[in-house]
């Protein structure tokens, strides 16, 4: 289905953005009867049919990618793979009485829209296709569906995905195993992390470029995802690309790009914003010695080089 309505029909209150769960109005989707690129309220082009070509060409340059994730997640199971995060995420703090938060509420970000994200980040952060040196984070990786579609798309150095809940970490593990059974599907490393993006222990100052499907955590009135800022100040390096959604990052975190696109979990569209992080991290020191490491080797290697061919 196409996504069918302009920022001003969407603002004008035709969608809610959040939950995943709500039903948008039945205006607020469109129907067989939808065309491309043309919001059916107003007949306004869309903002982001530049978005809908790109991600027409993510999918045309990636056939057989998009039906091996197809069969790994199927659509049909996404409820079971909501099961799976409602287990830890919302089943276990009912059973205590408490308020299940808000930021566990499980949904799949569509993955073409993704693409698009990433790309500009690699763009934004100036590697571009060059992705062998560099690591891709979904933080917040549920079922791992991101991971392993960022893995099969490009070449990087490590796909990571970071889950805070058991159960989903494990449905990521064994979609994993299942992944690496498919011939050729995975051009980069994958690994998959149970914890929060706020342990110190994951090593995410390694990241280059993070994506996190933000649409459903909390964020203050202007938008700003301030506790969310705050958890990843000291775990991200200093220019860390970092793409969120519907929401934006705080201080210490620089706002470069904002894309719009479809997403039918958020009730039609979502916002992709693409961040530089400008703060330092708590590894920037570490990651800055290991740089000057390598770089005395290859300064060694050039002068050996030299004296050899001298
Ligand atoms: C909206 S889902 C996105 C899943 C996946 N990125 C995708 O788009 O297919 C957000 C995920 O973030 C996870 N999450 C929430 N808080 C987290 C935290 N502090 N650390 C790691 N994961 C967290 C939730 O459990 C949920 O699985």
């Not at 929060?196 to 994951?202: A, K, P, V």
């Not at 203050?220 to 995802?225: C, Q, S, Y």
């Amino acid at each position: 289905m196409l996504i069918t309505l302009c920022a001003t029909s969407v603002s004008a209150g035709w969608l809610p953005t959040r939950p995943y769960a709500a039903t948008p109005p039945a205006k607020a989707l469109g129907t067989s009867t939808s065309r491309a690129g043309v919001c059916l309220q107003c007949a306004e082009p869309l903002p982001f049919t530049d978005t809908l070509a790109r991600i027409a060409a993510v999918a045309a340059d990636n056939p057989s990618q998009r039906a091996a994730i197809a069969s790994l997640f199927p659509p049909a199971e996404l409820p079971l793979r909501n099961a799976a995060s409602r287990t830890d995420g919302y089943w276990a703090f009912i059973a205590k009485k408490e308020e299940p938060p808000q930021g566990l509420t499980y949904g799949e970000f569509p993955l073409g829209f993704f693409s698009v994200l990433v790309d500009r980040a690699a763009v934004v952060a100036g590697f571009g296709v060059e992705r062998e040196d560099r690591t891709f984070a979904d933080l917040g990786s549920g079922a791992g569906r991101l991971v392993i579609w960022a893995a099969a798309t490009h070449a990087w150095k490590l796909c990571r995905g970071v889950e805070l809940l058991p159960k989903l970490h494990a449905t990521a593990v064994a979609k994993l195993e299942d992944a690496q059974q498919i011939p050729d599907l995975l051009r980069s490393p994958v690994a998959f992390d149970e914890g929060s993006w706020d342990d110190e222990g994951l090593g995410l100052s390694q990241v280059d470029v993070a994506f996190i499907y933000t649409t459903a955590i909390p964020a203050d009135e202007e938008g700003v995802l301030q506790d969310l800022t705050k958890s990843l100040t000291p775990q991200l390096r200093r220019g860390c690309v970092v793409c969120t959604t519907d929401y934006t990052l705080g201080v210490g975190f620089e706002l470069v790009e904002s894309l719009e696109g479809p997403n039918d979990g958020a009730g039609g569209v979502s916002t992709g914003y693409i961040h530089v992080k400008t703060s330092p991290g708590n590894g920037d020191e570490d990651n800055a010695k290991k740089e000057a490491v390598v770089q005395s080797f290859e300064d060694m290697e050039a002068d050996l080089l030299k004296e050899l061919g001298g």
